[in-house]
């Protein structure tokens, strides 16, 4: 699998616009239930799930991390696809 360009947040966030993610105003890429939660040096990959609200939180959406990756570790493949998240 060779590697096309050194990951940076901008050429991440471009890639997964090509892919069908839409940004949110909080600057996280969603698709389904699925979204890209960005930081500055690491991106992490979450699920969403609903749950009934509690007295603890109201909010009825919980996010459960399913990948994280470094943007100095992950790469686009010449195929196009996302590689280096554990």
Known sequence: M???KK???ELFVDWAIQH???QS???HLHK???RF????HT???ERGYRIPATKYSKSEKRWVRRR???FRKMFITEDGKLGGMD
């Open 25 to 27: 105003s909080w600057g």
């Open 32 to 34: 389904g239930e699925f």
């Open 43 to 45: 991106v992490r990959l």
């Open 68 to 70: 994280t990756g470094r």
């Open 37 to 40: 939660k960005m930081q500055v």
């Open 2 to 4: 060779a590697r096309t």
């Open 20 to 22: 069908g993610w839409k």
């Open 7 to 9: 990951m940076t947040k």
